[in-house]
Protein backbone atom coordinates (compact mmCIF):
# COMPACT_ATOMS: atom_id res chain seq x y z
CA UNK A 1 0.00 0.00 0.00
CA UNK A 2 1.34 3.34 -1.17
CA UNK A 3 0.12 7.34 -0.47
CA UNK A 4 0.42 9.43 -2.90
CA UNK A 5 1.38 12.62 -0.34
CA UNK A 6 0.89 15.40 -3.54
CA UNK A 7 -1.21 14.54 -6.28
CA UNK A 8 -2.98 17.94 -7.95
CA UNK A 9 -6.08 16.25 -8.86
CA UNK A 10 -8.18 19.42 -8.64
CA UNK A 11 -6.20 20.84 -11.03
CA UNK A 12 -6.52 20.09 -14.96
CA UNK A 13 -6.21 17.22 -16.73
CA UNK A 14 -7.70 15.34 -13.62
CA UNK A 15 -10.40 17.47 -12.23
CA UNK A 16 -13.19 16.82 -14.89
CA UNK A 17 -12.82 13.43 -14.84
CA UNK A 18 -10.51 11.80 -11.99
CA UNK A 19 -12.47 8.80 -11.50
CA UNK A 20 -10.35 6.74 -14.20
CA UNK A 21 -7.01 8.09 -12.48
CA UNK A 22 -8.44 7.07 -9.08
CA UNK A 23 -9.55 4.20 -10.25
CA UNK A 24 -5.40 3.14 -11.82
CA UNK A 25 -3.96 4.25 -8.72
CA UNK A 26 -6.00 2.04 -6.38
CA UNK A 27 -5.25 -0.66 -8.79
CA UNK A 28 -1.51 0.22 -8.09
CA UNK A 29 -2.26 -0.11 -4.47
CA UNK A 30 -1.84 3.51 -3.89
CA UNK A 31 -4.98 3.40 -0.91
CA UNK A 32 -4.94 6.83 -0.53
CA UNK A 33 -4.16 10.53 -2.20
CA UNK A 34 -3.51 14.09 -0.91
CA UNK A 35 -4.52 16.55 -3.25
CA UNK A 36 -2.94 19.96 -2.46
CA UNK A 37 -3.95 23.59 -3.30
CA UNK A 38 -3.10 26.70 -4.69
CA UNK A 39 -5.51 29.06 -4.18
CA UNK A 40 -9.22 29.23 -2.54
CA UNK A 41 -10.85 27.57 -5.96
CA UNK A 42 -8.60 25.19 -6.11
CA UNK A 43 -8.98 24.17 -2.54
CA UNK A 44 -12.90 24.36 -2.75
CA UNK A 45 -12.11 21.97 -5.39
CA UNK A 46 -9.72 19.65 -3.12
CA UNK A 47 -12.86 19.38 -0.66
CA UNK A 48 -14.93 18.20 -3.13
CA UNK A 49 -12.89 15.63 -4.39
CA UNK A 50 -12.28 14.54 -0.84
CA UNK A 51 -15.86 14.56 -0.22
CA UNK A 52 -16.78 12.49 -2.80
CA UNK A 53 -13.96 9.67 -2.85
CA UNK A 54 -13.13 7.48 0.57
CA UNK A 55 -9.14 7.22 -0.99
CA UNK A 56 -8.75 11.28 -1.23
CA UNK A 57 -7.80 13.62 1.82
CA UNK A 58 -7.86 17.49 1.35
CA UNK A 59 -5.09 20.68 1.83
CA UNK A 60 -5.84 23.99 1.78
CA UNK A 61 -4.00 26.71 1.33
CA UNK A 62 -2.28 29.68 -1.13
CA UNK A 63 0.49 28.61 -3.25
CA UNK A 64 3.18 31.58 -3.38
CA UNK A 65 2.82 31.51 -6.93
CA UNK A 66 -0.78 33.27 -6.30
CA UNK A 67 0.08 34.98 -2.69
CA UNK A 68 -0.23 38.41 -4.29
CA UNK A 69 -3.93 37.41 -5.83
CA UNK A 70 -5.40 35.95 -2.44
CA UNK A 71 -8.56 37.97 -1.26
CA UNK A 72 -8.17 40.15 1.26
CA UNK A 73 -10.36 37.60 3.82
CA UNK A 74 -8.47 34.50 2.26
CA UNK A 75 -7.11 33.69 6.06
CA UNK A 76 -10.88 33.05 7.62
CA UNK A 77 -11.47 31.04 4.06
CA UNK A 78 -8.73 28.80 4.89
CA UNK A 79 -9.29 28.72 8.10
CA UNK A 80 -12.67 27.46 7.34
CA UNK A 81 -11.84 24.37 5.35
CA UNK A 82 -9.40 23.56 8.01
CA UNK A 83 -12.10 22.28 10.08
CA UNK A 84 -13.12 19.72 7.46
CA UNK A 85 -12.94 16.29 8.60
CA UNK A 86 -11.11 15.27 5.18
CA UNK A 87 -8.85 18.22 5.10
CA UNK A 88 -5.36 17.18 6.68
CA UNK A 89 -3.18 19.94 5.72
CA UNK A 90 -2.40 23.58 4.59
CA UNK A 91 -0.59 23.71 2.04
CA UNK A 92 0.61 24.13 -0.35
CA UNK A 93 2.42 27.11 0.75
CA UNK A 94 6.26 28.68 0.79
CA UNK A 95 8.68 30.58 -1.32
CA UNK A 96 9.06 30.41 -4.90
CA UNK A 97 12.18 32.39 -5.83
CA UNK A 98 12.93 29.92 -9.24
CA UNK A 99 9.65 32.02 -11.04
CA UNK A 100 9.02 34.91 -8.11
CA UNK A 101 5.55 35.00 -10.30
CA UNK A 102 4.81 36.59 -6.94
CA UNK A 103 6.65 39.68 -5.33
CA UNK A 104 8.53 38.67 -2.73
CA UNK A 105 6.87 40.79 -0.20
CA UNK A 106 3.62 39.46 -1.14
CA UNK A 107 5.33 35.70 -1.12
CA UNK A 108 6.53 36.49 2.31
CA UNK A 109 3.41 37.83 4.29
CA UNK A 110 1.19 34.91 2.85
CA UNK A 111 3.11 31.99 3.60
CA UNK A 112 3.86 33.93 7.35
CA UNK A 113 0.05 34.53 8.05
CA UNK A 114 -0.57 30.34 6.84
CA UNK A 115 2.28 28.97 8.68
CA UNK A 116 0.97 30.92 12.28
CA UNK A 117 -2.87 30.01 11.18
CA UNK A 118 -1.14 26.19 10.79
CA UNK A 119 0.36 26.64 13.95
CA UNK A 120 -2.37 28.08 15.85
CA UNK A 121 -4.89 24.95 14.46
CA UNK A 122 -2.38 22.56 14.60
CA UNK A 123 -2.18 21.59 11.66
CA UNK A 124 0.46 20.02 9.57
CA UNK A 125 1.84 22.18 6.18
CA UNK A 126 3.18 21.00 3.35
CA UNK A 127 5.84 23.44 2.34
CA UNK A 128 6.94 24.68 -1.49
CA UNK A 129 10.25 25.86 -1.40
CA UNK A 130 11.86 26.16 -4.69
CA UNK A 131 15.43 28.33 -4.70
CA UNK A 132 14.39 30.19 -1.61
CA UNK A 133 16.38 27.87 0.91
CA UNK A 134 17.25 31.47 3.08
CA UNK A 135 13.56 32.62 3.06
CA UNK A 136 11.62 29.89 3.99
CA UNK A 137 13.66 29.22 6.77
CA UNK A 138 13.97 32.64 7.98
CA UNK A 139 9.94 32.34 7.96
CA UNK A 140 9.50 29.04 9.82
CA UNK A 141 12.12 29.86 12.66
CA UNK A 142 10.32 33.53 13.16
CA UNK A 143 7.04 31.49 13.26
CA UNK A 144 8.49 28.79 15.59
CA UNK A 145 6.91 26.02 13.36
CA UNK A 146 8.43 23.11 11.76
CA UNK A 147 5.19 20.81 11.87
CA UNK A 148 6.23 20.70 8.11
CA UNK A 149 6.51 18.22 4.80
CA UNK A 150 9.05 20.05 2.70
CA UNK A 151 7.42 18.39 -0.67
CA UNK A 152 9.40 18.16 -3.97
CA UNK A 153 12.90 18.54 -2.08
CA UNK A 154 15.18 20.47 -4.14
CA UNK A 155 17.62 22.02 -1.65
CA UNK A 156 21.08 20.73 -0.73
CA UNK A 157 22.67 18.11 2.11
CA UNK A 158 23.01 20.91 4.52
CA UNK A 159 19.77 22.27 4.31
CA UNK A 160 18.09 19.11 5.01
CA UNK A 161 19.65 18.17 8.07
CA UNK A 162 19.07 21.82 9.20
CA UNK A 163 14.62 21.19 8.54
CA UNK A 164 15.22 17.32 9.53
CA UNK A 165 16.63 18.89 12.99
CA UNK A 166 13.72 21.13 13.55
CA UNK A 167 11.36 17.96 12.93
CA UNK A 168 10.40 18.22 9.68
CA UNK A 169 9.48 15.71 6.77
CA UNK A 170 10.58 15.58 3.31
CA UNK A 171 9.68 13.86 0.59
CA UNK A 172 10.16 13.30 -3.25
CA UNK A 173 8.51 13.19 -6.38
CA UNK A 174 9.47 11.01 -9.73
CA UNK A 175 12.36 13.29 -9.96
CA UNK A 176 14.21 10.49 -7.77
CA UNK A 177 13.91 7.97 -10.46
CA UNK A 178 15.87 9.82 -12.85
CA UNK A 179 18.59 12.70 -10.96
CA UNK A 180 22.07 11.48 -9.78
CA UNK A 181 21.24 14.42 -7.33
CA UNK A 182 18.41 13.45 -5.82
CA UNK A 183 19.28 10.04 -5.13
CA UNK A 184 22.65 10.76 -3.91
CA UNK A 185 21.10 12.92 -1.19
CA UNK A 186 18.39 10.43 -0.42
CA UNK A 187 20.36 7.67 0.48
CA UNK A 188 22.48 10.07 3.46
CA UNK A 189 18.78 10.98 4.76
CA UNK A 190 16.97 8.42 7.48
CA UNK A 191 14.24 6.88 5.51
CA UNK A 192 11.54 7.08 8.39
CA UNK A 193 11.96 11.09 7.62
CA UNK A 194 10.92 10.40 3.93
CA UNK A 195 7.65 10.27 2.56
CA UNK A 196 6.41 9.51 -1.52
CA UNK A 197 4.72 12.06 -3.89
CA UNK A 198 4.16 12.48 -7.82
CA UNK A 199 3.40 16.06 -7.81
CA UNK A 200 1.01 15.28 -10.75
CA UNK A 201 0.13 16.06 -13.43
CA UNK A 202 3.80 16.97 -13.59
CA UNK A 203 7.18 15.39 -12.76
CA UNK A 204 6.65 12.05 -14.27
CA UNK A 205 8.98 9.34 -12.85
CA UNK A 206 11.06 6.96 -15.46
CA UNK A 207 9.93 4.77 -17.40
CA UNK A 208 6.44 7.54 -17.54
CA UNK A 209 8.99 10.35 -18.53
CA UNK A 210 7.19 12.99 -20.97
CA UNK A 211 3.85 11.83 -20.07
CA UNK A 212 1.13 13.15 -17.78
CA UNK A 213 2.66 12.50 -14.25
CA UNK A 214 -0.83 10.27 -12.17
CA UNK A 215 -0.92 9.40 -8.66
CA UNK A 216 -0.49 5.33 -9.80
CA UNK A 217 3.09 6.16 -10.41
CA UNK A 218 3.88 7.13 -7.09
CA UNK A 219 4.74 3.24 -6.76
CA UNK A 220 8.08 4.35 -8.89
CA UNK A 221 9.22 6.64 -5.92
CA UNK A 222 9.12 3.90 -3.48
CA UNK A 223 11.12 1.64 -5.92
CA UNK A 224 13.46 4.18 -6.33
CA UNK A 225 13.69 4.16 -2.01
CA UNK A 226 14.22 0.89 -2.17
CA UNK A 227 16.51 0.78 -4.62
CA UNK A 228 18.92 3.87 -3.06
CA UNK A 229 18.00 2.09 0.92
CA UNK A 230 18.80 -1.77 0.05
CA UNK A 231 15.30 -2.81 1.01
CA UNK A 232 12.37 -4.09 -0.58
CA UNK A 233 9.44 -2.26 -2.03
CA UNK A 234 7.00 -3.52 0.89
CA UNK A 235 9.23 -2.65 3.33
CA UNK A 236 9.91 1.09 2.31
CA UNK A 237 6.35 1.74 1.50
CA UNK A 238 5.43 0.72 5.15
CA UNK A 239 8.03 2.94 6.25
CA UNK A 240 7.61 5.62 4.22
CA UNK A 241 3.30 5.30 4.77
CA UNK A 242 3.52 5.21 8.40
CA UNK A 243 5.51 8.47 8.38
CA UNK A 244 2.73 10.13 6.16
CA UNK A 245 0.12 8.53 8.16
CA UNK A 246 1.79 9.81 11.45
CA UNK A 247 2.29 13.15 9.88
CA UNK A 248 -1.06 13.86 8.31
CA UNK A 249 -2.95 11.82 11.03
CA UNK A 250 -4.83 10.01 8.16
CA UNK A 251 -7.24 7.52 8.88
CA UNK A 252 -6.98 4.41 7.31
CA UNK A 253 -8.14 3.33 3.74
ZN1 LIG B 1 5.03 22.66 -4.99
ZN1 LIG C 1 2.23 20.97 -5.87
New binding site residues.
Partial sequence: MFIDT?AHLNLDPFYDDPGPYIDRALQAGVTRMIV?SIDIESSERAVALAEKYGPVFAAAGI?PHESAKAPKDYLRIIEAFLSHPKVCALG?I?MDHYRDYAPRHAQLKVFREQLELAGHKDMPVII?N?AADEDTLSVMETAGNFHAQF??FGSDREFAGKVLSEGALISFTGVITFSGKAKALAGKLPPEKLMTET?CPWMAPVPYRGRTNEPAYVVEVARAYAEIFGKDIASVAAITRRTAETFFRLQEP
Avoid: S
Wanted: hydrophobic letters at 0%.
Fill in positions: HPHEGHRHCD
